[in-house]
C-alpha cells in the first residue's frame, strides 16, 4: 500500500478525477491502481476564486511495490503508506480477577478517563470508573436547565458528568500533538465504532457536535461494561489514603455516604477534568505536588457565520462541501500578552459553562450541523502565574505562587461576570464598537447574542468595575483591530462580546514522572487536562491511552 499526499483537485471536481490525478502521479494507468482510501482531505482557501482539495490517498498498485516506489524516489509525496493498527501494550491472562486480584481505577470519566478506561478494559483489567457527575443523558437535562432556566447543578453541567466538558462543544477531533505512534487514528477508530460519522477518519478538522456525541458515549460505555468494567456515577473523590508515599485507597463520597467510604485502590488513573477545583484543593492537603500553570482569559466573541464564510471562502461562501467557516486568530500585543482565537465554534452557540454558585463562564459549543446563525470563538489572552493576583493581593515571586492561585484568580473573575450580568446567570457583554471606544452598550445590532440564560449589556472596561484586568483589556483593545484587517468585518461595531471565557485549560499542572506516575506519589497516575498534560477532546483521549498503557505494564509486572 502507497500514500500519495498533496494531491490538489478543484473544489467541484468530478468523482472520478481523483484516481485520474493519483494515477498520472503514480505514472500508471488508471485502470491498474487498486483499492483506494482517502486517508485525509483538507481545504486550501488563500486563493478565494480558486478553493481546492487537497488529498492524501492510501492505494494498492499493481506489481512490486518496491519498484514503484524506487521510481518515485525523489519524490517526497510518494512513501509507504503508514500502519495506522494499534496493538495493545499488554494483555491480562483470561483470568485476571478471579483470584481477586487489583482493578485499577479511574477518577473522571471525561475524554481522557474514558479512553483510559477502555483501554484497561480492552486489555482484560477491568477497570473501576469513579464519576462525580451523572450519566451522559441525565446530565444533558441538567445542563439545559441551567441554559433554560437559570438552575445550576453544581454535580451535573457542563463541566461533571459523563463525557466531560467535551460532550458541551464542537466535538472538535483535532490536535497538534506529537503522534509518531498514530494513536489519534486509535481515538477515531473507536468514535466510529460507537457510532460518530465515518468521515470524521479522513477531514482534516473533524468534529461530531453535541447531540451526537451523546449515543457515542453511551455507547463506549456500553463496551466497557461489555469487557468486564464498572462505572460508578455520582461518586466523587474526597481523599487519599497514602502510606510511605504510595497510594494505597481512596475517600470516596455518595449520596449515602456523604462523609465517605474507602475504596482499596493502588494503581489509579487521575483524570479530573479542569474545572475539578475542590478535587485540585484536597490533592494539595494530601501532599501531592500541585504546580500553577499558564493559562489564558477572555470573552467569547460572535458574528455572523455568513461574514466568516465570505472572508475565508469568498465567491464560493455557502458551498455544501465547504460548509461552516472557522478561523485562527493571533495578535502579540504591545504590552507583552499574546491574544488569540480559542475554541472557534462554526455556527454554533455562546452557553454558560459554570460549574459553581454565581458565577458566571462562557464556553462554545456546535452541533454536528453547524447551522446556527452566528459563529462564536473564545478571544482570549495569555497569562502567567505571576499574574494570578485579584485586587487588594500583591503579586508573588515566582517561588511562592500558591498552587491554587489561579483558581482564586479563576473565582475572582467570574463572580465579577455574574454581578455585572445582574445575577440569574446572565452574562455580562458588549458591543465591539463600544468596547474599543470606551463606552458602555445599550442596544443590540443586528448581531443576536446566542447566550442563554441571556446577556445584560454594560460597559467590560469600565473603570469602576471590570470584567478582565486592565492589560488583558487593553491585548484585547488591540487585538480586535489587527483581527479585523485578516477578517474583514471582525471588529463591526455590533459584533457582540460575551464575558467572561477563564476555563480555556487547567490552572495547574500535577507533576509525573516518565512512568506517568506522580512524582511524589506512586500508584497515582495525573493525566489528562485537568492535570495539566492536555487541551481538546482528541489530545485528552490520547494522553489517556499512553496513561493506561504504563498504569498496565505497571500491574501486569507485579
Not at 478565494?48 to 514503484?68: N, Q, R, S
Request: proline share 7%; with cysteine; glycine share 12%.
Amino acid at each position: 500500500m502507497l500514500r500519495v499526499t498533496e494531491l490538489k483537485l478543484p473544489l467541484d471536481h468530478a468523482p472520478e478525477a481523483l484516481a485520474a490525478a493519483l494515477a498520472e502521479r503514480l505514472r500508471i494507468a488508471p485502470a491498474a491502481l487498486g483499492a483506494i482510501h482517502v486517508a485525509k482531505r483538507s481545504v486550501d482557501a488563500r486563493k478565494k476564486h480558486a478553493i481546492v482539495f487537497i488529498y492524501t490517498v492510501d492505494c494498492e498498485v499493481p506489481g512490486d511495490e518496491a519498484t514503484l516506489l524506487a521510481a518515485h524516489a525523489t519524490d517526497p509525496h510518494v512513501r509507504p503508506a503508514p500502519d495506522l493498527r494499534y496493538r495493545h501494550v499488554v494483555h491480562a491472562p483470561a483470568d485476571y480477577g478471579v483470584n481477586g486480584e487489583a482493578r485499577p481505577v479511574v477518577v473522571g470519566f471525561g475524554p481522557c478517563g474514558l479512553f483510559a478506561a477502555l483501554l484497561l478494559a480492552q486489555m482484560g483489567l477491568k477497570p473501576i470508573v469513579l464519576e462525580r457527575g451523572k450519566a451522559v443523558r441525565e446530565r444533558t437535562k441538567d445542563t439545559w436547565g441551567l441554559w433554560r432556566r437559570g438552575i445550576l447543578d453544581p454535580e451535573s453541567n457542563v463541566q461533571f458528568g459523563e463525557g466531560g466538558a467535551g460532550t458541551f462543544s464542537d466535538g472538535k477531533l483535532w490536535t497538534q500533538i506529537s503522534d509518531p505512534r498514530h494513536l489519534t487514528r486509535k481515538v477515531l477508530d473507536e468514535l466510529v465504532k460507537a457510532g460518530a460519522p465515518d468521515e470524521i477518519l479522513w477531514t482534516a478538522k473533524p468534529h461530531i457536535g453535541t447531540f451526537r456525541l451523546v449515543g457515542v458515549v453511551e455507547k463506549m460505555r456500553a463496551a466497557i461494561l461489555g469487557l468486564g468494567g464498572e462505572i460508578r456515577f455520582r461518586q466523587r473523590v474526597i481523599g487519599l489514603e497514602i502510606e510511605d508515599g504510595r497510594l494505597q485507597g481512596l475517600r470516596v463520597a455518595t449520596a449515602e455516604r456523604p462523609d465517605g467510604e474507602t475504596l482499596a485502590a493502588t494503581h489509579v488513573v487521575l483524570a479530573p477534568g479542569h474545572s475539578a477545583r475542590d478535587t485540585f484543593a484536597m490533592l494539595h492537603a494530601a501532599g501531592v505536588r500541585v504546580d500553577p500553570k499558564p493559562f489564558s482569559i477572555g470573552v467569547r466573541i460572535e458574528h455572523p457565520q455568513s461574514l466568516i464564510d465570505r472572508a475565508r471562502y469568498g465567491p464560493s461562501a455557502g458551498h455544501p462541501l465547504l460548509g461552516a467557516a472557522d478561523y485562527r486568530l493571533v495578535h502579540h500585543a504591545s504590552n507583552g500578552r499574546s491574544v488569540y482565537s480559542f475554541c472557534m465554534c462554526p455556527g454554533g452557540t455562546v452557553v454558560a459553562a459554570t460549574s459553581e454558585p454565581e458565577r458566571v463562564v462562557t464556553n462554545g459549543m456546535s452541533q454536528y450541523s453547524r447551522n446556527e446563525r452566528n459563529a462564536n470563538a473564545g478571544i482570549v489572552v495569555g497569562i502567567e502565574p505571576r499574574d494570578f493576583t485579584v485586587p487588594g493581593m500583591p503579586r508573588a515571586d515566582a517561588g511562592a505562587i500558591d498552587p491554587l492561585a489561579g483558581i482564586a484568580f479563576q473565582r475572582h473573575w467570574e463572580s465579577r461576570a455574574f454581578a455585572l450580568g445582574g445575577g440569574g446567570y446572565r452574562a455580562p457583554g458588549q458591543l465591539v464598537g463600544d468596547f474599543l471606544a470606551g463606552r458602555a452598550s445599550a442596544h443590540l445590532g443586528d448581531v443576536e447574542p446566542s447566550y442563554r440564560p441571556g446577556v445584560h449589556l454594560t460597559d467590560l472596561g469600565a473603570r469602576s468595575g471590570p470584567a478582565l484586568p486592565e492589560d488583558v483589556l487593553a491585548a484585547l483593545r488591540e487585538a480586535l483591530p489587527a483581527f479585523d484587517r485578516q477578517i474583514a468585518g471582525f471588529a463591526r461595531h455590533d459584533a457582540v462580546m460575551t464575558g467572561v471565557e477563564t476555563r480555556t485549560s487547567s490552572p495547574l499542572r500535577i507533576p509525573r514522572g516518565a512512568d506517568r506516575q506522580s512524582v511524589n506519589v506512586r500508584g497515582l497516575y495525573p493525566a489528562g487536562e485537568g492535570a495539566g498534560y492536555a487541551g481538546g477532546i482528541m489530545s485528552a483521549a490520547v494522553d489517556g491511552i499512553e496513561t493506561a498503557e504504563a498504569l498496565a505494564q505497571a500491574m501486569l509486572a507485579r
